[in-house]
């Protein structure tokens, strides 16, 4: 049960790092039993929160979350990775187990910048963002990650009290409606128009590129995003909630996309 009345102020520090617009953190952290747990983070940035390899929170300003279902007996692993504004950009986070807080943002927490990210092309309006699989932060959030060399992070502020919070709901996948095959990709219709990530399972070459633009309602097309392959079973998921009815995947022939399993997570938490 989240008890969002009673907490008012984080104990820890905000804290950030990193030179990147994308910058992920870790911090493991042990719990002596298993028992009911709620995560509090803010942010003027956009992030999402993974426990144990499972994203539990996504969002911006204060939110707060039960990941009482995540949390194990022993070793466990706290991921986020932010989306910064400014480079300044930062969070606080707590978990709070029966009253008591067991994990606080502070220095402990260790910190990369996310070299998968890259913005490519912008109108003055909007940006797409390139994603390469080949990036080493590939998979940080999964406990076994090794993030040897990681950077401790920097103290950007005092603990903050803050005001109400909102709870972060996770997102609902949904499978397209119809799926086409077009002469250098698939196109892929959900019907109506939809919020949420973009989920695409591929796998090609190395160094293979296939290129994902959402169409929202009438014709419009965004940016597209660049998605460079490792050569193995690789996975795109967008970082960022867009408004979606129609997807178009531009690739090559040495590129298999499993159409049967991309899904759009829909959100109830729109951001424009």
Known sequence: MIMKSSFVKFNGSLIGGGNSIHTVFRRVFDLDEAADCSCFIYTPGYFKLYINGFMVAFGSGNICCDISDYIMPGENTAALHLQKNIPDDGFCLEI??????????????????????????????????????????????????????????????????????????LPSPVKPRKVGKQKNGSELDFGSLKHGFLYVPAKGNKGDIIKISCIAEGNHKSLPEVWTLSGGDDEFCLFTEKSVRCVL???????????????????DQARS
Not at 101 to 126: N, R
Not at 152 to 162: C, F, S
Not at 249 to 267: K, N
């Open 96 to 169: 709070v187990s029966g009253g008591k807080s067991i994990l606080k943002s502070d220095q402990s927490f260790l910190f990369a910048d996310h070299e998968g990210y890259s913005i490519t092309s912008t109108d003055g309006k909007e940006f797409a963002e390139s994603y390469d699989s080949n990036a080493p932060q590939i998979g940080f959030e999964l406990c076994f990650f090794d993030d040897t060399g990681w950077q401790h992070a920097e103290i950007k502020g005092l603990p903050y009290t803050v005001g109400e919070f909102t709870e972060s709901k």
């Open 249 to 267: 995947l531009e690739y090559g022939s040495s590129v298999t996309v499993d159409t049967e399993y991309v899904r759009l997570l829909v959100t």
